[in-house]
């Protein structure tokens, strides 16, 4: 047969398969969790149990929308358009409504509910030997995980809640606090580690072909080159950012080191292979086969945000990526939202686009490259955000697929630098910053692990030697850092590139708020003044409201209310 048409058949067969998955799925989460009967037809196997999944994963792909204005709106980077309703204005402004849908937690519950549920079948599957110990304990943990996900972003953006591991009936139960009292978010991260140590540590490892539910997307557009699905959470990274919100400040950096190393192996050649290196370091290999470089009007760090999933240098760049697909509900939400054809609800901001502008580049010129035509587009009035919108265009609007990325490269690299500097390393944190190790030598190889880095260049290449770090990457210069306050200026410059580096992707808010909540009682108005910033670049009246309103913790969180 053709190549090219058994290639599309098995494209259509695989989408069938996943239609009838997604629907069988949706029966099964809709039914009650106490009901026997059905829970017996529903968990047969272990392809019922890959259904499972699947189906959650599908439910909460459907938060892509709400986790992105929460965490983006509420923060310094983006702004309402003039086409946006009252509530999106109340979430820009922290002048929050019991009613405003956006703040409302069932749906990040509703996917709990169900984790709840299939992880109860697990083990009831398990101790009726219809899955195996591998089989049941991928499973467990995959959905496990996501919970621990969801939690945390329910800390994040709510503070006290409750936390809830049984299967119930009905996510309308969890209104009644006599049966289920809120955890404050200290206490919260004190379950999800104490979930997450008691996962066998083989099942922390990266989900693989042989080892994950298998009836999953086409190979060739949701994974990696070596196997690794990427439509699963990338464990070992949620586990380093639990630890960093609990201040574990040196097992973050091990989880997260872990990651970045990964791919790491002996060797006596005198250079190792490019998969060694380059797995989730921020590298250059030189080759134009693996580099993110931004130079010219040619940037390939921007395909980072394309739809095509197998390039070299985006597939060692994407830890975790969903994808929004036309044919599949909830679709993509984030054309509507940016798009100026869409809704256009939101844009980036003053302040984020003066970001970019300010930036000094290698070769002496201003403007960072990350900002206009990569993460933003249309500059002035109009300005749109492009990381959601690349593969958009307006004479194909229904060709509107496109990816949630919830984790990548970048984002990894600056949360080590976070915790490696709170750990007491701040001189590792402002290479990885700034220009990496290339060029390094062994200057940081004797540290202690997780905090050492060999950059050898001679007859066996240490693992670091093509690092180029965040700013290496970007081509802009190297930021400098204040001696006398070493610590605070490190985290004020890791604060900043990311803002550069991954404005618009769902990190902001949560960056912003672990800082405050670390500087509490040195700097409490730090929070206040951040998002006061952003409308003060605006122009706008509400920047002293919206300071005054910060300066008070209790408005750091949303309104824990069910609509």
């Known amino acids: 047969m053709n190549t090219r048409i058994y290639s599309k058949l098995k494209k259509v067969f695989v989408l069938l398969m996943v239609t009838s998955l997604l629907v069988s799925c949706k029966k099964m989460l809709d039914v009650a969790p106490e009901d026997a009967l059905e829970a017996k037809q529903m968990y047969r196997n272990v392809y019922d149990a890959d259904a499972a999944v699947l189906g959650i994963y599908g439910k909460f792909s459907g938060l892509a929308e709400r986790y992105i204005i929460l965490n983006e709106l509420r923060g310094d ?53 219809l899955l195996d110990d591998i089989q049941y304990n991928q499973r467990y943990t995959e959905v496990g995980l996501l919970r621990c996900w969801l939690y945390l972003q329910l800390g994040i953006q709510y503070g006290n809640v409750p936390y809830v591991t049984q299967a119930i009936d009905n996510v309308n139960d969890l209104k009644d606090e006599s049966k289920f009292p809120k955890l404050t978010f200290n206490e919260l991260l004190d379950k999800l580690i ?49 630890n960093l919100w609990k201040g574990n400040y040196t097992k973050a950096a091990e989880y997260y080191k872990a990651v970045m190393e990964l791919g790491t192996t002996t060797t006596t050649s005198a250079d190792q292979r490019v998969d060694i290196y380059d797995t989730y370091r921020i590298t250059n290999d030189n080759s134009g086969r693996n580099t993110l470089l931004t130079i010219g009007t040619i940037n390939p760090w921007s395909n980072i945000f394309s739809n095509v999933l197998d390039e070299v240098e985006t597939n060692r760049e994407r830890m975790w990526t969903l994808p929004l697909d036309k044919d599949f509900a909830p679709g993509n939400p984030f054309i509507s939202l940016f798009s100026l054809t869409g809704k256009y609800l939101v844009k980036p901001s003053a302040l984020a686009i003066n970001n970019w502008d300010n930036q000094v580049r290698m070769d002496g010129g201003l403007t960072d490259r990350r900002g206009l035509n990569n993460s933003y587009s249309s500059p002035g009035a109009n300005a749109q955000v492009a990381k959601y919108t690349k593969n958009y265009t307006i004479t194909a609007p229904f060709e509107n697929t496109g990816i949630w990325m919830l984790y990548r490269a970048a984002i990894l690299h600056l949360r080590y630098a976070e915790a490696a500097n709170q750990a007491g390393y701040s001189a590792v944190a402002g290479v990885v910053i700034n220009d990496g190790f290339f060029d390094k030598g062994v200057v940081y190889a004797s540290n202690p692990t997780p905090f050492d880095f060999n950059a050898f260049k001679g007859t066996v290449n240490g693992n670091w030697y093509r690092s180029i770090g965040i700013r290496g990457r970007a081509v802009n210069k190297s930021v400098t850092f204040d001696i006398a306050n070493l610590q605070i200026d490190t985290e004020n410059k890791i604060i900043e590139e990311e803002a550069l580096e991954t404005a618009f992707e769902g990190y902001r808010w949560q960056d912003l708020l672990r800082i405050a909540l670390r500087r509490e009682s040195t700097e409490p108005n730090y929070l206040a003044n951040k998002i006061g910033d952003k409308f003060t670049a605006a122009g706008s009246a509400d920047a002293a409201i919206v300071r005054s309103r910060l300066s008070n913790k209790a408005n750091w969180y949303l309104p824990f209310k069910w609509k």
Request: proline share 7%; hydrophobic share 35%; with cysteine.
């Open 77 to 129: 980077l983006l702004e309402v358009t003039p086409n946006a309703n009252a509530y999106l204005r109340e979430i820009s402004t922290h002048q929050v409504s019991e009613d405003n849908p956006y703040a409302d937690p069932r749906p990040f519950y509703e996917v709990i509910i169900n984790c709840n549920d299939a992880m109860k079948n697990f083990t009831i599957m398990h101790d009726a030997k």
């Open 194 to 242: 104490e979930f997450t140590e008691a996962v066998p540590k083989v099942y922390l490892n990266q989900n693989t072909s042989s080892a994950s539910p298998t009836l999953i997307m086409p190979m060739n557009r949701y994974t990696v080159r070596d196997g690794v699905f990427k439509f699963f959470i990338h464990r070992k990274s949620l586990l380093g950012d639990i």
